[in-house]
């Protein structure tokens, strides 16, 4: 009898132990669709980012099959983090304007996710530009300098357009010192800079965006900060107001020459060009 018992306790274990790894082991099974038809996307390739402890990083493919779809099976852990995302050639991650996630090709997997996940693409091309202008926003260029001066301004490069540059250049020899300023996503430093400096650093960004009217924000900064060093000099170090009176001077002058032609054909002047210096 007691042998009967110990051995329904090793199954009841067995059992109890066999269930417990199911539960931490799951297969997600992923749909890419193309939100432009609402068709399946074929042999797009999902990649799944597996982390762990924050540290070791692994990635597996998956390519979706003429359903649009493909499984992964995952063990969660406390200690291992997993993040999924679509992608193919000829085809953009779909953007919606949405408080809890924005793209819609990537997702962050974890107990609660759903078994089956839809992931996004659009074979719109240009759906990303369109969806960020229509997020840009939009200041009165001295609403804009006053942000600046007060320490008040947040958020990326704003709309601007060519004729807001004389105003721009009104300020772009100020020497005094913010903080606050349209920061590029891309720099890992935060440095303060002339008020003047800062504002020649919008006009360069009007200048590239006038002649790629299908850029992205992050495409619109000049440099990584604003910042402009002497290109012949190997150490980069230069006086910065010596750099702002050079780069001013380069600017109106530049103005002068092109304010009176299109805009298309202005913004291909470069204003620094034979200067010896330039954005860093």
Not at 85 to 98: H, I, N, P, V
Not at 176 to 182: G, T, W
């Amino acid at each position: 009898m007691k042998k009967i018992i110990i051995l329904l306790m090793i199954l009841s274990l067995f059992t109890s132990g066999t269930k417990a790894q199911k539960s931490i082991r799951n297969k997600i099974h992923i749909t890419v669709i193309d939100k432009k038809n609402g068709l399946p996307v074929e042999n797009a390739e999902v990649t799944l980012t597996t982390i762990v402890e924050a540290r070791d990083v692994c990635k597996e493919i998956r390519f979706t099959n003429t359903a649009g779809k493909c499984s992964f099976k995952i063990n969660f852990s406390p200690s291992i983090q997993y993040y999924m995302q679509a992608s193919k050639t000829g085809y953009l991650g779909f953007l919606e304007m949405d408080p809890v996630k924005i793209s819609k090709h990537d997702a962050i997997i974890s107990r609660d996710t759903p078994e089956k996940i839809f992931l996004y693409l659009t074979s719109d091309s240009l759906h990303q530009v369109e969806f960020y202008r229509n997020t840009e926003v939009r200041y009165e260029i001295p609403v804009l300098i006053n942000l600046l001066k007060s320490g008040n301004f947040h958020g990326g490069i704003p709309l601007m357009h060519w004729n807001d540059i004389p105003q721009l250049l009104a300020v772009a020899n100020d020497k005094a010192l913010i903080s606050s300023y349209p920061a590029n996503p891309l720099s890992s430093s935060a440095m303060e800079a002339p008020l003047g400096l800062v504002a020649l650093w919008l006009i360069e960004s009007i200048r590239i965006a006038e002649g790629n009217r299908f850029i992205l924000p992050w495409q619109k900064y000049p440099s990584l900060n604003p910042l402009i060093l002497n290109i012949n000099d190997p150490t980069g170090l230069e006086n910065k107001n010596d750099n702002l009176e050079k780069a001013y001077k380069a600017y109106r002058e530049w103005w002068e020459v092109v304010r009176d032609m299109d805009s298309m054909s202005g913004c291909r002047i470069n204003p620094l060009k034979g200067t010896g210096i330039g954005w860093n």
